[in-house]
């Protein structure tokens, strides 16, 4: 068995710290964040990815049931935003260990 590469094991890890992110945001009772905003913030703690691999990585974790979010599509430029952007009660059990998914990295 081979490791995985780097690219891969990078997506795990900001997969856990998206659902990090938003999990200290509902423990805290914040807003609900929306992509531009999470975007931001991942940048600045040094991550080095893009708008478009933020929406990809939200849309997995929406895909596994880890979070959930309203999406807009603009109609005259087809840019898609996601709003709302809440942790489940499934991300919060990977957060914590009550259930387990190698997919995601989490460093608490």
């Known amino acids: 068995m081979t490791a995985p590469s780097p690219q891969v094991e990078t997506r795990k890890r900001l997969r856990g710290q998206i659902l ?3 999990d200290e945001n509902h423990s805290q009772q914040r807003s609900r964040l929306t992509d531009v905003i999470l975007w931001g ?4 703690l040094k ?4 708008q478009n ?6 849309e997995d974790l929406h895909d596994r049931g880890y979070v959930k979010y309203s999406s807009v599509k603009n109609a005259q430029t087809g840019v898609r935003r996601l709003s709302q952007i809440e942790i489940t009660p499934d991300g919060r059990d990977v957060l914590e260990g009550t259930s387990q998914d190698d997919a995601v990295y989490v460093l608490r």
């Open 53 to 58: 691999e933020v929406l990809t990585l939200l």
């Open 20 to 22: 990090e992110l938003l």
């Open 41 to 44: 913030v991942l940048q600045r």
């Open 47 to 50: 991550y080095d990815v893009s």
